[in-house]
């Protein structure tokens, strides 16, 4: 009889073997860092963009004398139910990462695409290309493309839809 493990836990062993404790996650936050002292900038327009709403912010308590504003940490926002942390990089920062930017692509669902990325656009973002629809989309729904004024790609599109051909 085959046991399931949760979020990559071990499953159990049989003939009495110890059985690892099932790991669950309440949530996945990832951290976005911009260049220092632009996070609040960032911040502002993810605001304006795309109607994130803040839901923390952690400043370090001390700026260095050449630094107008303190160092942010982090700033949560929330988009629709997902949040993502925003910090300032720094060359003492504890980021594991010290690029800013590279090699993360987000996608925001909405139905109104054309209105998405217009407000996006307004608020300081380039669009990229046209917005597709079928095999070149997220699975067969259509999709546009906008640059932030940091340097992510944000992919617009249209609720997934569930494929049948996807393998794990």
């Known amino acids: 009889m085959a046991t ?38 960032a911040v502002a327009f993810y605001k304006a963009a795309f109607g994130a709403e803040e839901v923390n912010r952690v400043s370090h308590p001390k700026r260095k004398a050449e630094q107008e504003l303190p160092l942010l940490l982090s700033a949560e926002i929330k988009l629709g139910s997902s949040s993502i942390l925003i910090s300032d990089l720094s060359d003492d920062s504890t980021a594991l990462v010290k690029t800013v930017g590279t090699g993360l692509v987000f ?33 067969g ?23 049948a051909n996807v393998e794990a």
């Open 4 to 41: 399931e493990a949760t979020n990559g836990a071990a499953a159990g062993e049989k003939n009495g073997a110890a059985t690892e404790k099932a790991v669950t996650f309440s949530s996945l936050k990832p951290q976005l860092f911009v260049e220092s002292a632009k996070a609040s900038d």
């Open 107 to 139: 996608c925001l669902e909405t139905e109104d695409i054309e209105a998405a990325i217009d407000k996006a656009v307004k608020a300081g973002a380039v669009a990229e290309g046209e917005i597709t629809e079928g095999e070149g989309a997220c699975c």
């Open 141 to 163: 729904g259509r999709v546009g493309k906008v640059k932030d004024p940091y340097g992510i790609v944000w992919l617009i599109c249209t609720p997934a839809k569930k494929c």
